[in-house]
């Protein structure tokens, strides 16, 4: 009897082993894990304060044009460029009185309220 319990003496631990390789490769992939999640959150980090000064740099170049813009759609460099480009230029002509025309607002009739609803239905007439 004493030679089955020597045999049994001899084996390997399997279930201890395998216990302790999951628990470290658990412990391993979690680690992996944060350690590429931290990263990520680098690269945006860079990526984001990337594209907001490229933003600021857009923006500022659009203010630019926005005020060279308003500043050549002047009248009076609209004048001043008239004057150096005589035939290259349009001609400013200032428009008459007959040439404008004016809309008045008409006056609601006296049966119909200054409020009406809308509707998709089509009033009976």
């Given at each position: 009897?004493?030679?089955?319990?020597?045999?049994?003496?001899?084996?390997?631990?399997?279930?201890?082993?395998?216990?302790?390789?999951?628990?470290?490769l658990t412990?391993?992939?979690?680690?992996?894990?944060?350690?590429?999640?931290?990263?990520?959150?680098?690269?945006?980090?860079?990526?984001?304060?990337?594209?907001?000064?490229?933003?600021?740099?857009?923006?500022?170049?659009?203010?630019?044009?926005?005020?060279?813009?308003?500043?050549?759609?002047s009248f009076?460099?609209?004048?001043?460029?008239?004057?150096?480009?005589?035939?290259?230029?349009?001609?400013?002509?200032?428009?008459?009185?007959?040439?404008?025309?004016?809309?008045?607002?008409?006056?609601?009739?006296?049966?119909?309220?200054?409020v009406r609803?809308?509707?998709?239905?089509?009033?009976?007439?």
């Amino acid at each position: 009897m004493s030679s089955n319990r020597r045999r049994n003496a001899n084996l390997l631990p399997v279930a201890k082993i395998l216990l302790i390789g999951m628990l470290l490769l658990t412990v391993g992939g979690g680690a992996l894990f944060y350690v590429n999640a931290k990263n990520e959150v680098h690269r945006n980090g860079q990526l984001k304060k990337n594209l907001e000064r490229e933003l600021l740099a857009l923006e500022t170049k659009d203010e630019v044009i926005l005020s060279r813009i308003a500043k050549l759609s002047s009248f009076d460099s609209l004048r001043k460029r008239q004057q150096q480009d005589r035939e290259v230029f349009a001609k400013l002509i200032p428009v008459s009185d007959n040439m404008v025309v004016r809309l008045q607002d008409k006056a609601p009739a006296a049966g119909e309220p200054q409020v009406r609803t809308v509707s998709n239905l089509h009033p009976a007439r």
